[in-house]
């Protein structure tokens, strides 16, 4: 069974840090772009950043450039997102996933909580 695990989050002072961590299992994903992605309440899951393959490439939405960075370790077959400075309007269930993202990796997500 292939899963994809999250792990890392809770609650954080605004300014605060965390690292998120993404462990795959049943498959390896080290020739996959992965991706971290982030659903609010009452919003919309949206994309947060991306990772390419070698993890050369890295692309972030506007809203966490220079807050958060994405990195991988293919021998671990898990990808990271270490957040700082973080600010309330980055609480959120946090995901990771392919990208583009397929319906069969989502997992449960980790709970991120940033106050204020």
């Known amino acids: 069974q292939v899963q994809l695990v999250e792990s890392g989050g809770g609650l954080v002072q605004a300014g605060g840090s965390l690292r998120l961590s993404c462990a795959a299992s049943?498959?390896?994903?080290?020739?996959?772009?992965m991706g971290w992605f982030r659903q609010a309440p009452g919003k919309e899951r949206e994309f947060v950043a991306l990772?390419?393959?070698?993890?050369?490439?890295?692309y972030y939405v506007d809203s966490v450039k220079g807050r958060f960075t994405i990195s991988r370790d293919n021998a671990k077959n898990t990808v990271y997102l270490q957040m700082n400075s973080l600010k309330p309007e980055d609480t959120a269930v946090y995901y990771c996933?392919?990208?583009?993202?397929?319906?069969?990796?989502w997992g449960q997500g980790t709970q991120v909580t940033v106050s204020s």
């Open positions: 049943g498959r390896t994903f080290s020739g996959f772009v």
């Open positions: 990772i390419s393959w070698s993890g050369g490439i890295t």
């Open positions: 996933n392919t990208n583009p993202p397929s319906h069969n990796y």
